[in-house]
């Protein structure tokens, strides 16, 4: 059941909240919003509902700060709304004192001033955060139709300094830019180049990064941008006077920007791709040698993540019927790679969007940790129902969750431990012979959770009773460039599968985006080569690409982690082997073993 605040209590929400000290977070509780929240039995329709990036709030945030900094956006080419007030006086003081993001505080003191709204929903003050994951997964269930209901307000958040906790000012930014005046004049001008890094260093890109940004928008049938002005799209915020092309092209093909993307463990990048930029802005001040790389990325990020973003949205708004949207959604190249505060939102904020009422009815009575993959393997059955799709993203792993067991094939999307399902079986280890063997695949032991195991053996029991099994024919098995190499970008060997499959360039940045993070050095395994099988027959509908990252330094491969399996359509199988060969460093020609480590999963 939706709740909401009522926005004509909202001066008097945020001065109790006020009086219990400047980390008062009481408004994510339970007992609090059933305090003060209205209880609906449905969505209520023309709610204000803020689609936005959740961020811990630093010590010296202050509303005249942000207000200061809403003006620096107008000045520099940003339309911005005012926060004067409207036909309801209110104390804008009100958005200080406690611990709800300065941003947040000053959007429902502008609804109430302006009488914009009766109601309004923020996920941290209406879904309460101290209730058990069951309880949680209902209120996520409920947020398509609450967006879809509302008037989506997209909120566009300051970059805040964390080492001093303040607000940047566009006095801030100009200083850190100037600081690279020399590097800008030695590339294309730094009157040319400083004016989109200036505006890129006041606002915090992260919201384009956050998942569920894209369920926001694409559930929403009014759409406005706060407190940057845009109405109708995710980047109407950024009109072509905020960063012309020729600026973003000259930021994007920055000869320092390559070896950037390769430090997987930077602390200044990682942090910036989670919305915090107090690292970026300290190496940014520290001038090092390729402190043009991280200015480089802030710049061309403030174009390409809303358009990338954009373009994204509007696929999944036109797909044509729930196969072609599922289609989307599990194979567009942003998704496998985007940047979440939890892995499995890539998986929760999305694959609703193909027909909620469909995935509420198949996902009824699902236990919490379950949700994920059965959502997966849901969105999968309507991709292999339909027939006008090449090929399609079966597994994927994300480096860092350690399922990577085979099993049965099951479609499945590796992200977090917590919720790997499938493939999680401790110390698992499976022989793939050469091509003309057979690959024999085995069901997994029962599932130690009770509740999910009963699940299982009700709904699936076929595919996971104890001596089910998959018998596989390997067409191929060879040793290729890695598909997740960045210098390939726009071209490279694996241009020659996508050719031979006859599809867009959707497929090769699917592969590759979705693979690049498995180059981490840490990770033990070839940046350069990966190894690659090709299956079918098993009771598949369609061959399968096995995809596995392999030791570094093994010109011979014996043993792969499975990173992601690719389905391709039947009569395409010819073509794919021979695209692989024409791409091959090499034939496997003995048995590899794909090996994972897997995990313990809890007993409850």
Sequence with gaps: ??????????????????????????????RWQLDNCKI?????????????????????????DFKRWLSDCGSVGYGVHSLNDGPRPVDWSLADGHGLQIEVAAWLLWLYTNRAAEYAWVDQMCVPQDA??????GHIKDSPAIYTAGHVYLMIAPVVDDATGTIMSKRDSEAIVQQYNSEMNSYHGASFLSRSAIKALLVNHSYMRRVWTIQEAVAANQLSVWPLKGEGSVNSYQGISVMDWPEFNAWNSHPALDALYLKFEDQAVNGYYEGKYTNMIRVLREHPSDGIAYLAMISKDLMWITMDRSGLVNDIKKASDPRAK???????????SARSFLAE????????????????????????????????????????????????????????????????????????DSKAMHGATPNYSVEIPPAGGTLHLSAPPSHPDSVINSFLQTNWGSRFSPGSSRDLRVELAVVTPHPGQPKYWGSGPWTTIRNKLGTDEVFRLSIQWGLEPWRNQSLGLDAENAAVVVVSGGGLRNPAMIIMGIPKG???????????????????????????????????SSPITAVSQGFVTPSQ
């Design 345 to 416: 939102d890539r998986v929760l904020a999305l694959i609703p969007l193909i027909d909620y009422p469909g995935w509420k009815q198949a996902t009824q009575g699902v236990p919490a940790r379950h949700l994920v993959q059965a959502s997966v393997a849901w969105a999968y059955s309507m991709v292999e129902s339909g027939n006008s799709w090449k090929w399609s993203i079966r597994v994927y792993n994300s480096p860092s969750c350690t399922a990577r067991g085979l099993d049965l094939l099951e479609p499945r999307r590796n992200l977090k």
């Design 554 to 588: 093994s010109s011979r491969p014996t043993t792969g982690q499975v990173m992601t399996v690719v389905d391709v359509q039947s009569d395409l199988l010819s073509s794919l082997k021979s695209g692989l060969m024409e791409i091959s460093r090499g034939e496997i």
């Design 326 to 336: 599922a289609f989307v959604v599990l194979n567009n190249h942003q998704i496998q």
């Design 132 to 137: 058990d994951e069951e309880e949680k997964m």
């Design 40 to 64: 609906t039995d449905s969505p209520l329709q023309g709610a204000a509902v803020l689609s936005y990036r959740w961020r811990g709030r630093s010590r010296n945030e202050n509303i005249q």
């Design 1 to 30: 059941m939706p709740r909401y605040l009522p926005i004509g209590s909202i001066p008097t929400l945020l001065s109790n909240l006020k009086q219990g000290g400047g980390n008062s977070t009481a408004y994510q509780l339970n």
